[in-house]
């Protein structure tokens, strides 16, 4: 017999909670278990929030108990999956009467009946999944490991405790869970339930796009190498029911000599080095997306090669079709569209000769997405060939030298007319309207393109000057 008592030590938050736990388990006369991933997450060294328990007997009713215990009074009960969930301090307790699942092959929930510990945990997704301790007090934290998961856990694998084919056909969700849980942990996923997955993939379909997307969410927050999640997707042809868009990036043709980079291994190169300066998922998802117009935008001409004409601009409108499918709140959305619609805008101000006001345009237009725009653009930077990247490198550093000095001169990243619409009305005696906004616009265009400064005193000279002209311009619109 296994005990894992050094995995708890004294004076641990999860510690304290599974001995209430126990403490209850003891006056309630039940068998109660530690299981899933407090028990893998412990045996990792990672921290985890999440404690769940199994229960041989009534798992609700126990829940109702430990409840009472905790002093908790909203406690949320599945009496259809004989499942309870205890919010408690930092933590939520998950309690679950040990159970046997049967499924039907249009949907992923189950028949629930009780049963003993072995059932319950050959029902989990992946044996490492599947381990469970003890919280009775005659052997407190013995291990129980029918599977032979921490076998597996050592050697970082990823398999199902049975059959995988009937595995991930009752709960296709666990396919996508696989390749996530191999990537987080950077495991392997087992020769046989990876074959599987390729077999069993057309299934996806049956989940709901929300529980897809929380999984995709998940495999992007990975702390390093998120692109291995979709190398796996690719790799079993998962991808292509999941993000068409993204498989369709795989490959590189190639003309007269002249060959383009693989888009899709471009584009995961780029995820990885975003990855590895910032966790934040709206710009990991810009940067799986900046790229998602190159298939359709491809041409090749003999004298420049293979180019890829608006796909910035192309790609911003297919990221608002794909946000809205994968149910991506709108503005995440609108983020990752506009990064996408802006990342070649940098590189395009390196080029000699440029104005300020150039630079000002891309500032005004980046706004508060300005500083996340040049880490995209900086990651963007991949290549084989080492001076053609110190080149380009060079070259960003100049725009980044650029935009600073210009930002720093103007402080344009909250940038609007210093003369205000109420000002504009009273001095040239308009009402409230199109006017106010077009003599607004017209001088924050003097701004941007260099012939006032950005402050009160030029631009209420420029308007006492130009009040006139404007005013007939404005009504030459309206005639038009």
């Avoid at 009074?73 to 499942?83: C, D, I, L, S």
């Avoid at 960003?396 to 001169?409: A, G, H, M, Q, S």
């Amino acid at each position: 017999m296994t005990y894992l008592n050094t995995l708890f030590v004294a004076d641990d938050p999860v510690t304290s909670v599974i001995k209430k736990i126990s403490a209850v388990a003891e006056r309630d006369h039940k068998r109660v278990f530690l299981v899933g991933g407090a028990v893998r997450d412990r045996l990792l060294g990672v921290e985890t929030k999440d404690i769940d328990i199994t229960v041989i007997g009534n798992g609700i009713e126990f829940a109702r108990k430990l409840a009472s215990a905790l002093k908790v009074k909203n406690v949320v009960e599945y009496a259809r999956f004989g499942t309870a969930m205890i919010p408690y301090q930092d933590k939520l307790i998950e309690v679950a009467t040990a159970r046997v699942e049967q499924y039907e092959n249009s949907s992923r929930k189950p028949q629930i009946s009780e049963s003993d510990l072995r059932d319950d945990l050959a029902r989990r997704d992946f044996t490492i999944n599947a381990l469970a301790l003890s919280l009775n007090r005659e052997n407190y934290l013995e291990l129980t490991d029918h599977f032979e998961g921490l076998k597996d856990l050592n050697a970082g694998i990823i398999r199902t405790p049975l059959d995988p084919i009937t595995t991930f056909s009752e709960d296709p969700l666990r396919i996508l869970r696989a390749i996530r849980f191999a990537t987080q942990l950077n495991f392997r996923i087992e020769s046989n339930t990876f074959k599987s997955i390729e077999r069993v993939r057309e299934r996806i379909k049956i989940i709901s796009q929300e529980r897809i997307t929380d999984e995709l969410t998940k495999i992007l927050k990975v702390p390093e190498k998120p692109s291995r999640g979709f190398d796996l997707m690719k790799e079993s042809d998962l991808l292509e029911l999941i993000l068409p868009e993204i498989a369709a990036m795989d490959g590189v043709d190639q003309r007269n000599g002249h060959h383009h980079k693989d888009v899709f291994k471009h584009t995961l190169q780029v995820l990885d080095n975003i990855a590895e300066i910032s966790s934040k998922f709206e710009l990991r998802l810009a940067a799986l997306l900046h790229d998602v117009a190159k298939p359709l935008t491809k041409q090749f001409f003999p004298d420049k090669g293979w180019t890829f004409y608006g796909h910035e601009e192309l790609g911003a409108r297919m990221i608002g079709e794909i946000g809205k499918r994968l149910r991506l709140p709108n503005k995440v959305i609108e983020y990752a569209a506009k990064l996408t619609r802006l990342h070649l805008r940098p590189i395009a101000i390196a080029s000699e000769g440029v104005t300020d006001s150039a630079v000002r345009r891309l500032i005004v237009e980046a706004g508060e997405e300005l500083d996340d725009l040049i880490l995209l653009c900086q990651a963007d930077i991949t290549s084989k060939n080492i001076r053609k990247v110190e080149t380009y490198r060079a070259n960003f550093d100049r725009v980044v030298t650029l935009i600073e000095n210009v930002r720093e001169k103007d402080r344009l990243r909250a940038f609007q007319s210093p003369v205000r619409g109420d000002e504009i009305m009273h001095f040239c005696n308009l009402e409230p309207g199109p006017a106010v906004g077009f003599i607004k616009s017209a001088i924050e265009e003097a701004i941007l393109q260099g012939e006032i400064v950005n402050t009160y005193d030029a631009a209420h000279t420029f308007l006492e000057q130009n009040r006139g002209e404007l005013l007939k311009k404005f009504a030459a619109t309206q005639k038009s």
